[in-house]
């Protein structure tokens, strides 16, 4: 049981180029979501999926794209990127996304250290 | 939407003694206080967490206080050691909003 695994560890790229993360998880969760994360600003959402075939922004959106593949692998996209997108980004995971709060807590991954020059 | 502040930003503390952080936060309509530990490297890790209508709740060495009045949370760790040492996050979870809002992390260190 691997719980969420991300691709690749550490990537550099120049301004303009476009790649993509992945992340997957094998706890046969329904929600899924990306995340940044810069120095003293703590960890902030970019994308979330709640179920399979649902996508929504969250607080910086700006610059990326998702996409939910299947309930276990859901994908974050650089198209054009930008200095400013240098960070850590991590895929988390949790049960479900419901205003009860015992299917909230989220499995995070190793995460991916990106650097865009 | 919500708004999680945290305090301190760095804490040095002597091995055996207690740390505190705390947070406070700004949508009333949240209704679950989780917090994670960071090492170096590494994911965050829940390591415990707390619902809206409970006061306190403690997991041996850790321990952490709510009050919905005030809108301030607490991480208590006692007898602290050196494997404490990391970045620890509060975050607040609103159902309106739908996601999980984290505080700006707290580097802790325990002097051996």
Known sequence: NAGVTQTPKFQVLKTGQSMTLQCAQDMNHNSMYWYRQDPGMGLRLIYYSASEGTTDKGEVPNGYNVSRLNKREFSLRLESAAPSQTSVYFCASSEGLVRDYRYNEQFFGPGTRLTVL | ?112
């Open chain 2, 1 to 112: 939407g919500e708004n999680v502040e945290q305090h301190p930003s760095t804490l040095s503390v002597q091995e055996g003694d207690s740390a505190v952080i705390k947070c406070t936060y700004s949508d009333s309509a949240s209704n679950y206080f989780p917090w994670y530990k960071q090492e170096l490297g590494k994911g965050p890790q829940l390591i415990i967490d707390i619902r809206s209508n409970v006061g306190e709740k403690k997991d041996q060495r850790i321990a952490v206080t709510l009050n919905k009045t005030a809108k301030h949370f607490s991480l208590h760790i006692t007898e602290t050691q050196p494997e404490d040492s990391a970045v620890y996050f509060c975050a607040a979870f609103s159902g309106s909003a739908r996601q999980l809002t984290f505080g700006s992390g707290t580097q802790l260190t325990v002097l051996p």
